[in-house]
């Protein structure tokens, strides 16, 4: 499935593989519905708040798993802030539809509950694991949406006036190109 992004104005194409890794993502409960209204976020031309809203998910979830782990050392553990930090996670994550790391968090929960700090520890080394494959997917995303703008931006400032192929028209807002050309879709794609 190839979609075309408009964002600031430039039609591209996200590549096949893209939306290969997005599905899998899906197929293997890594991501759940409420990641497609995010990605819709950039299917609507707001790319840059669909990297921006990744990118802040994953800071603040490695922050938070930081807190935990070091929290959980102290001498007297505090088993309600380190709950209140596990629901944040569950939070950011619902959010974004992180769909494992939510899940692992259902542990970290009920070892709070249980005040079982050798269970926590278990679970927060599973929400740890689950987070890092969810960020490593995340950011393939965003690094495959980054290098397709790369290439697009190359590619307009690389045209004069004069050699803009047919298909291609300037924006009337600016002096961005545009197309729904297949040319378009093959210098993407290769």
């Known amino acids: ?24 993502m899906h197929d293997e409960g890594i991501i759940n519905e409420q990641f497609s209204h995010i990605q819709h976020l950039k299917m609507v031309g707001r790319t840059e708040h669909f990297v921006q809203l990744i990118n802040t998910y994953c800071l603040d979830v490695e922050s938070i798993l930081a807190q935990l782990a070091s929290s959980i ?53 599973w929400t740890k694991t689950e987070f890092t494959q969810t960020q490593n997917k995340l950011q393939v995303l965003v690094q495959m949406r980054n290098r397709a703008y790369q290439q697009l931006t190359a590619l307009i400032n690389g045209l004069s006036l004069n050699s803009i192929p047919s298909g291609l028209r300037l924006s009337p807002r600016s002096n961005e190109v545009f ?12």
């Open 179 to 190: 197309s729904n050309s297949s040319w378009m879709d093959n210098f993407l794609n290769n």
């Open 73 to 125: 050392d102290l001498p007297e553990v505090d088993f309600s802030k380190l709950a209140a930090l596990a629901a944040e996670v569950t939070e950011r994550s619902s959010r974004i539809g992180a769909e494992h790391v939510r899940l692992a968090c259902v542990d970290l929960m009920q070892a709070c509950e249980q005040m079982q700090k050798q269970k926590f520890l278990l679970a927060l080394d």
């Open 1 to 24: 499935m190839q979609e075309t992004i408009i964002d600031n104005g430039i039609q591209y194409p996200e590549s096949p593989a893209f939306w290969v890794l997005i599905q899998f």
